[in-house]
């Protein structure tokens, strides 16, 4: 398998090793497949009685070519072991009622890794994929992994590349835009090769600066000077997107195991998406084969995906909301790139002229033929604060489930979603986030009292009044040390690299 930037057609076609290494392709593009391989309902049944790590090797190896079977089997279980629970991925059936049983919930638990959120199960594994990656391709320089992160991209990246050698790791992340308890999971994060840093600004300007920074050939020049080559974690990077695709394969197979479906059974899929990296691999799984319908990206307020697939136009000149759902307060959604790669049969210059649009009006707009095949794919919805609070409620209450924010987004949109089309079929539901990362919205949502409460006093009220255990790595947070009080303005991100660079 070979990969290709999506802003120019005749791009080198490179190795995923390499691919995993840049980031990002000499042009600005994001690495896409050449091909999308195709995947048999035999294979997908294949994968029932294999334990997740088995179920992710089998969907590795369809990308991965130049990684044989013993690196990618090392790497998984390696990226895995640390998981908090033997199946990874607990799938949980939700059914209302009998009237309702043939219309099952799958929700997809996937914050069980070191960070509780669903960037674990991909960031535990890119390390170990870079780390053969330098190996195969022969690289002697150090990589300098630049992050943006909206909250819960920061500590996993961070866990999964602390003291990885030939490497170092540089976290930038909103300096008021994340939860008290995702700031504190990164600026405890200890290990030698490690920074974090907070900026001025919003995800947005953290995102933009990081990008400038890999396009910028002064830079380069500069950290060449220093025997350090850049790289990303950022679901920019391939490497980061296709262990995402694994756990659609993966939770389909378990969906069938679990009775609820039949193997071939259609159904939909809700993903609470800002940076749409997580609903892209779900495009690609259906692509591959997996029996998807309708992909329903489900936004909070900051709705400039909801507006793009209903209009056509992708508009990022609105207010932007600091919400209770801060890893989707987001808008500009960078992986949608790779989305209108494929859907215009890999028309470089329009996606390249798309991304120049957005880059110096704030919006672009796509023609009807090609909106067209986007609504055969997706629906987007967007959910209000309130209708999240109640939701977690509404959930709790029916089912003693508990759920995050960003994940009652995915489920309210669920709702709004059968209400309009009708369409009853299952669906399967991605739960980014334990609900114990925020803990003060969880709990208002649940009518206990708030204000006053310490974050992390907040963990042991809703253990307590919901019966849940408070996951580890966060029960320890309260005797963490500070080791990060790095913060710099937007314009001074990039001195900031240099100056990490050099140490």
């Known amino acids: 398998?070979?990969?290709?930037?999506?802003?120019?057609?005749?791009?080198?076609?490179?190795?995923?090793?390499?691919?995993?290494?840049?980031?990002?392709?000499?042009?600005?593009?994001?690495?896409?497949?050449?091909?999308?391989?195709?995947?048999?309902?035999?294979?997908?049944?294949?994968?029932?009685?294999?334990?997740?790590?088995?179920?992710?090797?089998?969907?590795?190896?369809?990308?991965?070519?130049?990684?044989?079977?013993?690196?990618?089997?090392?790497?998984?279980?390696?990226?895995?072991?640390?998981?908090?629970?033997?199946?990874?991925?607990?799938?949980?059936?939700?059914?209302?009622?009998?009237?309702?049983?043939?219309?099952?919930?799958?929700?997809?638990?996937?914050?069980?890794?070191?960070?509780?959120?669903?960037?674990?199960?991909?960031?535990?594994?890119?390390?170990?994929?870079?780390?053969?990656?330098?190996?195969?391709?022969?690289?002697?320089?150090?990589?300098?992994?630049?992050?943006?992160?909206?909250?819960?991209?920061?500590?996993?990246?961070?866990?999964?590349?602390?003291?990885?050698?030939?490497?170092?790791?540089?976290?930038?992340?909103?300096?008021?835009?994340?939860?008290?308890?995702?700031?504190?999971?990164?600026?405890?994060?200890?290990?030698?090769?490690?920074?974090?840093?907070?900026?001025?600004?919003?995800?947005?300007?953290?995102?933009?600066?990081?990008?400038?920074?890999?396009?910028?050939?002064?830079?380069?020049?500069?950290?060449?000077?220093?025997?350090?080559?850049?790289?990303?974690?950022?679901?920019?990077?391939?490497?980061?997107?296709?262990?995402?695709?694994?756990?659609?394969?993966?939770?389909?197979?378990?969906f069938v195991k679990s009775g609820s479906i039949k193997l071939g059974d259609s159904i939909n899929v809700a993903v609470p998406t800002g940076n749409f990296g997580n609903i892209l691999a779900a495009y690609y799984a259906k692509k591959m084969g997996v029996p998807f319908k309708k992909l329903i990206c489900a936004s909070n307020i900051n709705n400039v995906l909801t507006d793009f697939f209903n209009t056509g136009v992708y508009d990022r000149n609105r207010e932007f909301h600091k919400t209770i759902t801060p890893s989707m307060d987001i808008l500009i959604s960078s992986n949608l790139e790779r989305l209108l790669y494929h859907e215009t049969n890999g028309d470089t210059k329009r996606v390249k002229n798309f991304m120049q649009e957005l880059n110096t009006k704030g919006k672009y707009k796509i023609d009807n033929s090609l909106k067209k095949k986007l609504d055969k794919i997706f629906y987007a919805t967007y959910v209000t604060e309130e209708e999240t609070t109640n939701i977690i409620k509404e959930i709790f209450d029916n089912y003693k489930y508990l759920v995050d924010t960003h994940t009652a987004v995915a489920m309210m949109s669920v709702g709004k979603y059968r209400r309009n089309t009708h369409d009853m079929s299952p669906v399967l539901v991605a739960a980014t986030a334990s609900p114990f990362k925020f803990t003060g919205a969880v709990l208002k949502a649940l009518g206990q009292p708030v204000e006053g409460v310490d974050d992390l006093e907040q963990l042991d009220n809703l253990s307590f009044f919901t019966k849940k255990n408070v996951p580890k790595n966060l029960a320890a947070l309260g005797t963490a040390k500070i080791l990060h009080e790095n913060i710099c303005n937007k314009e001074d991100m990039a001195q900031a690299v240099l100056k990490f660079a050099a140490e």
């Open 1 to 254: 398998m070979k990969y290709k930037s999506t802003r120019t057609k005749d791009s080198p076609l490179l190795d995923s090793a390499e691919v995993i290494l840049k980031g990002i392709a000499d042009d600005g593009g994001l690495f896409v497949p050449e091909t999308i391989p195709k995947v048999t309902l035999d294979e997908i049944k294949s994968l029932i009685d294999k334990n997740y790590c088995g179920r992710a090797v089998a969907m590795l190896k369809k990308f991965l070519t130049d990684y044989d079977d013993f690196e990618l089997n090392e790497c998984v279980e390696l990226a895995y072991d640390w998981f908090d629970v033997e199946s990874k991925v607990p799938l949980t059936i939700l059914i209302s009622d009998e009237q309702h049983k043939d219309s099952p919930v799958g929700v997809m638990e996937l914050y069980h890794g070191v960070s509780s959120a669903f960037k674990d199960m991909a960031l535990q594994l890119l390390p170990r994929l870079m780390s053969k990656a330098l190996k195969k391709v022969g690289e002697t320089k150090e990589i300098l992994i630049l992050v943006a992160t909206s909250g819960d991209t920061g500590k996993a990246a961070l866990a999964g590349f602390a003291d990885v050698p030939q490497t170092k790791i540089m976290v930038f992340y909103p300096a008021e835009g994340v939860s008290k308890i995702q700031k504190l999971q990164m600026v405890t994060q200890t290990g030698k090769n490690v920074n974090v840093t907070a900026v001025q600004g919003n995800f947005d300007d953290c995102q933009n600066g990081v990008k400038e920074i890999f396009a910028n050939e002064n830079i380069r020049a500069e950290l060449d000077k220093l025997n350090v080559k850049l790289s990303s974690a950022n679901s920019i990077n391939w490497g980061r997107l296709v262990p995402q695709i694994c756990y659609y394969f993966a939770s389909y197979a378990e």
